[in-house]
């Protein structure tokens, strides 16, 4: 995990009632007698995620309708910080991110802004999605520094959303990884079993098991998968190379790593990094790009 992560180690769950009394209830001894909650139940989850923001960054009134994706967020503020470092002198307060899918939890403008002073632009195909992430905004006063674009064209990325006056010093992403829905309840079963096998507190309900962090369709799966998707944001840099300093995107399968690379090559990229991230054992990963070197 990042040096400048502010989750280290386990979390500290009696100091965060504190900041969200409604995560005791989702509080208990697991099978070593350590405090902990069921990281397979989507509620428990979301009220720790209330309590982290919150405690940590200061965001109140964080809400997500059911079912939408519900971000693990240490992993989200670890992308935040290997971007500020990928910046480096760029790192200002003045520096401006596009955040491709935001969701409706919009959490990477939430930690960006928090951590680092940047303003940004959300992206989303869905409207309820967008609304959403406007009423968090709203509620933490922060309409100066996050705002929204609805994509009205699924098979577009940067199309629509970039305007001619526009300069972003980043965009991100966290690409849909499936390309179905049947590819996504198979990584729902996976994930679930080895909570499963991880933890002698969780107990097994279903042979089809929602995803411990939700999720709607377009969050979840998109035609081609993550690669598909990644493929067509890298041909779209190419026609705002002066507009966007640095292109990154999360690539969860590292077997697609070097296909991209050479697909970003071939476009004519000056630039290209892999940041590679971890938290506890997890591996994770993004890359970047950059038409200005």
């Excluded at 209330?50 to 200061?58: D, E, G, R």
């Excluded at 309820?128 to 990325?157: D, P």
């Excluded at 411990?212 to 598909?228: A, I, V």
């Excluded at 630039?271 to 993004?286: L, P």
Aim: aromatic letters at 10%; hydrophobic letters at 40%; one cysteine or more.
């Amino acid at each position: 995990m990042h040096l400048r992560n502010k989750h280290q180690g386990r979390y500290d769950l009696v100091t965060l009632t504190i900041s969200n009394p409604a995560l005791k209830a989702f509080i208990k001894p697991n099978a070593y007698n350590e405090l902990s909650i069921d990281f397979a139940n989507p509620e428990a989850v979301k009220e720790l995620n209330k309590a982290l923001l919150a405690n940590h960054y200061q965001i109140v009134n964080w809400d997500i309708p059911v079912q939408y994706l519900c971000p693990p967020i240490p992993g989200r503020a670890d992308y935040i910080h290997y971007l500020a470092d990928l910046l480096g002198p760029l790192k200002s307060k003045k520096s401006k991110g596009l955040d491709i899918g935001v969701g409706a939890n919009a959490i990477y403008p939430l930690i960006g802004q928090r951590e680092y002073g940047w303003d940004f632009i959300g992206t989303d195909i869905n409207k309820s999605a967008i609304k959403n992430a406007q009423a968090i905004v709203n509620a933490n006063f922060l309409n100066e520094s996050i705002q929204f674009r609805l994509q009205n064209n699924e098979n577009h990325i940067f199309k629509g959303i970039i305007q001619t006056d526009d300069f972003f010093d980043f965009s991100m992403c966290n690409p849909p990884f499936h390309a179905s829905i049947e590819d996504a309840q198979s990584g729902t079963r996976r994930k679930i079993n080895n909570l499963a096998r991880n933890s002698k507190t969780l107990t097994m309900k279903s042979t089809k098991p929602k995803l411990n962090f939700g999720g709607q369709g377009t969050e979840l799966f998109c035609s081609g998968g993550e690669l598909g998707f990644i493929d067509r944001m890298i041909l779209e840099s190419a026609l705002y190379k002066s507009q966007c300093h640095w292109f990154t995107t999360l690539v969860s399968k590292a077997s697609n790593l070097n296909k991209i690379e050479r697909a970003i090559k071939a476009i004519g990229a000056k630039k290209i990094k892999i940041v590679e991230m971890s938290q506890g054992q997890k591996k994770s990963r993004f890359l970047a790009w950059s038409y200005m070197y």
